[in-house]
């Protein structure tokens, strides 16, 4: 089944269990993929459903719904740095394919770049390529662009950490073991651009409640730490 | 001290206390960096050691052997299918970052690209680059590519593990957590290619004493799923 092509559908797409193909996704199924009347694929929603679907026409049948559980148990929102090139897009696909419920690009101390709306499509286009691909049932939500001020006050969750590397801080993992029999369904993880937070980031941080954390004795790259924190989080709530 | 910088050097550059810069990291130090004499860098040999050294014309001279320890405890082996394109470039940072000790490019079934020496001479120097960067003492070995074959029975490892998503295999989490009382130093981590190992590559790593593992209930990209093995191992390893 899983091997089945997934393409992520509009809710507006869908009606009476028949969902009306747009001409992109029409191009891709029949010309790039070669599928003809009568063949299957799975139709995502990106908010939890997968419909197992026989392409008619322009059209998608819906045959059934499918039981997928690939989503984590637990919502990660990752509040990142806006690191400088294209780093956000390996950040994006990476957190994608390992559980990521929200992304929030945010602008620091160190980082004032503030992206065009143009790479805001990019990273939700690229959210829901690594969706499909990493086989997940929900597309992550990539927040508008917002200051690391606006950020620790508009966003609340039982668990928040912040990564720094440079203070002796205890390791994530300590702190994830501790919580895990815990219940509580959100974590939000701080991770900042290359150069790390500033000292005045990191006491408003601590001051909302994050905890510092470390990602180990190294120091990471900006674009290598969320990964670092994702891989922890999923495995210790799937293990 | 961190804040230095870091510059590795041959075994060989380095006589009586003295090291003798070869022009291209002379050309860093006063070009790029604009450094003068009596201005400090860390020179690292790469096999665990950190000089503070002092610029002085074409000359370091060593001031003092510093104490650092951002080294695993344990060795990591990193098996590696040759992926398409330029990913092997981010892994290979990526994984020095994290603490590798070894990584083995890895001819597979379904990847049978012999990489020229060029490729692996710039692996090499992206493993120098990130080991700098990241504050290393010893610089990762990167391996002559082998087949799969080879490589099962030229390696040896208290803990091996095969990782492959579909078999509903438990999670490398599990097992690491179950052996960590365990005195083992060693553990190789095997990684399939995109559309993953064959089964009679499965088989063989099985038969020769790997266990096959799961990375998580998503479908990770070859390139993310390096970082996600490794996080997991250093991270329980520092904890």
Chains 1, 2 share one sequence.
Not at 99 to 126: C, H, Y
Not at 178 to 204: F, H, S
Request: charged share 20%; hydrophobic share 40%; net charge negative.
């Amino acid at each position: 089944m899983s091997q089945l092509q997934r393409i992520v559908v509009s809710p507006s797409q869908l009606q009476d269990n028949q969902i009306s193909l747009t001409p992109e996704q029409l191009h891709y199924l029949v010309r790039v993929l070669r599928s003809y009347d009568g063949d299957k694929f799975i139709a995502i929603d990106g908010t939890g459903k997968w419909w197992l679907t026989k392409l008619q026409g322009e059209f998608g049948i819906v045959l059934e719904l499918l039981e997928v559980q690939t989503e984590l148990p637990i919502s990660v929102t990752l509040l990142l740095a806006l690191p400088k090139g294209n780093g956000f897009d390996d950040v994006v696909r990476a957190c994608t394919e390992l559980g990521v419920a929200n992304i929030v690009p945010v602008l620091s101390d160190r980082t004032l770049l503030n992206p065009s709306p143009q790479k805001l499509e990019r990273w939700r286009r690229i959210a829901i390529e690594a969706t499909e691909q990493s086989e997940r049932t929900i597309i992550p939500t990539i927040l508008e662009p917002m200051t690391f001020k606006a950020a620790l006050s508009a966003l609340t969750a039982e668990q928040k950490y912040i990564c720094e590397g440079r203070n002796n801080n205890p390791h994530l993992l300590s702190y994830l073991q501790n919580q895990k029999q815990i219940t509580n369904n959100q974590i939000i993880i701080a991770i900042g651009p290359e150069g790390g937070w500033t000292d005045t980031e990191l006491q408003l941080a601590t001051e909302t409640g994050y905890q510092p954390v470390s990602l180990g004795k190294r120091i990471l790259r900006a674009i290598t730490a969320p990964t670092v924190a994702l891989s922890l989080i999923s495995a210790l709530h799937e293990v």
